[in-house]
């Protein structure tokens, strides 16, 4: 929606959505008036804009590229919900009483019902490139609260039924409008190295062996980082610096036979359990 004026074409919607729609014989007029204003005509619907308020869901909005040019962006549009209140006017009859008014508001209520959402056929000019769909909600409120708003008119209450119409969007000038950030371009697929590469032990040579045999583990990229090594429980390397991809470790000369565990801890970094067999 491009301006403030937004609010009016609504209004003007809605008219032309229960003029083109009812089907009340004789004719109902509709009319946009506040309660206490005298309109022509015996028979008609009236819709009284009571309240507009800003829509929560829609009210903290990013900024928004803007819909005329593409390198710029604009503060996103105010949103509003616009309440309206939907009375019927007709002649009473001396046996029917105010029935024909009664008629009147249900044929309104059945077109807002089969109509959630206004056609664009019926959309005055201005709203045909909104944002947003304008739909059209019966909403449920307290008598109360209704009865209070006719309280400040000098008409007596009539029967009312109360509207919600959303979402009706303003756009904000164009003083708002920047440009957008200018991005770096980058050419080419750009090589990502990882700053760490976790270390890791594959092997144990020999599994099995006499006291005093001498264990190699074999591993990547475990240079430069330190060994801890348990066999059996007992600690045969504690923080042995490791020169390459292998290190060595010698089997307690008083060590029993049979299976024992061995746990490699590197650097904290990697640990793993391997089974050597003690012979004799």
Do not use: C
Request: charged share 20%.
């Amino acid at each position: 929606m491009s301006d403030s004026s937004a609010i009016g074409m609504v209004g003007e919607s809605l008219v032309n959505l229960l003029e083109g729609e009812m089907q009340s014989t004789p004719s109902v007029d509709v009319t946009v008036l506040a309660p206490d204003e005298n309109a022509q005509g015996n028979r008609r619907i009236n819709l009284f804009l009571y309240k507009v308020e800003e829509n929560t869901y829609l009210k903290n909005k990013e900024w928004e590229v803007s819909r005329t040019n593409s390198e710029q962006i604009t503060a996103a549009p105010l949103s509003l919900n616009l309440h309206y209140l939907m009375t019927a006017y007709a002649q009473n009859d001396q046996q029917t009483g105010n029935t024909s008014a009664h008629e009147v508001l249900g044929e309104a209520m059945r077109v807002m019902n089969e109509f959630p959402i206004i056609p664009g056929s019926y959309l005055v000019s201005g709203l045909n490139d909104a944002r947003e769909q304008v739909k059209i909600m019966l909403k449920t409120t307290d008598i109360d609260e209704i009865s209070k708003i006719w309280t400040t008119f000098s008409e007596p209450y009539r029967l009312t039924v109360p509207y919600e119409v959303s979402v009706v969007q303003l756009d904000q000038s164009p003083a708002t409008t920047r440009d957008i950030p200018t991005r770096v371009a980058t050419l080419g697929i750009p090589t990502v190295t990882p700053e760490f590469i976790a270390p890791s032990i594959n092997a144990m040579a020999p599994q099995s062996g006499p006291v005093s045999t001498t264990i190699t583990f074999s591993g990547e990229n475990i240079d430069g980082l330190a060994a801890y090594v348990t066999i059996g429980g007992r600690r045969i390397a504690d923080q042995q610096v490791i020169s390459s991809n292998s290190f060595d470790v010698t089997v307690p000369s008083d060590m029993i036979q049979g299976f024992h565990q061995v746990r490699v801890d590197v650097s904290h970094l990697y640990r793993t359990t391997f089974l050597f067999e003690v012979t004799a």
